[in-house]
Nanobody, 125 residues
Framework: QVQLQESGPGLVKPSQTLSLTCTVS??????????CSWIRQPPGKGLEWMGT???????FYSRSLKRRTSISRDTSKNQLTLQLNSVTPEDTAVYYC?????????????????WGQGTQVTVSS
C-alpha cells in the first residue's frame, strides 16, 4: 500500500517562497506509468490541481500557477517537492500530494489511487 506524507512550514509570510515535501513509502515515485501531483484546497473552496511530475521526470503545471510553481523530486529519498513563489494570503490552503497511474490534471479525488493527509499552510505576516 502506497502512503504519502506531506511536510513543511505551517506559516509563510507574504512574498516568500513556500516549500513542501511529500515523502512516499510503499512504492517508488519513479515507478513506470505513475505520476505524483500537488493539489490544494483553500478554506471554503474546492480542490485545485497545481501540477504533476511523471515517472520520467516530466512536469505539468496549472496555467494559473505555472509562473510561480516548481515541482521536483529526489528519487534517492523517494520524495517530491513543491515550491510556490511570491505567496499571498490567497495561497492559504491545505496542500495535498497524490499518486496516480498516468497523468491526471484534475483535482478529482477519484482520479488518484493514493492521497496524503494534507498539510495546512497559512500565508500571513
Amino acid at each position: 500500500q502506497v502512503q504519502l506524507q506531506e511536510s513543511g512550514p505551517g506559516l509563510v509570510k507574504p512574498s516568500q517562497t513556500l516549500s513542501l515535501t511529500c515523502t512516499v513509502s510503499g512504492g517508488s515515485i519513479a515507478a513506470e506509468f505513475y505520476a505524483c501531483s500537488w493539489i490544494r484546497q483553500p478554506p471554503g473552496k474546492g480542490l485545485e490541481w497545481m501540477g504533476t511530475i511523471v515517472y520520467s521526470g516530466s512536469t505539468f503545471y496549472s496555467r494559473s500557477l505555472k509562473r510561480r510553481t516548481s515541482i521536483s523530486r529526489d528519487t534517492s529519498k523517494n520524495q517530491l517537492t513543491l515550491q510556490l513563489n511570491s505567496v499571498t494570503p490567497e495561497d492559504t490552503a491545505v496542500y495535498y500530494c497524490a499518486r496516480s497511474r498516468g497523468v491526471k490534471m484534475t483535482p478529482s479525488r477519484n482520479a488518484y489511487d493514493s492521497w496524503g493527509q494534507g498539510t495546512q499552510v497559512t500565508v500571513s505576516s
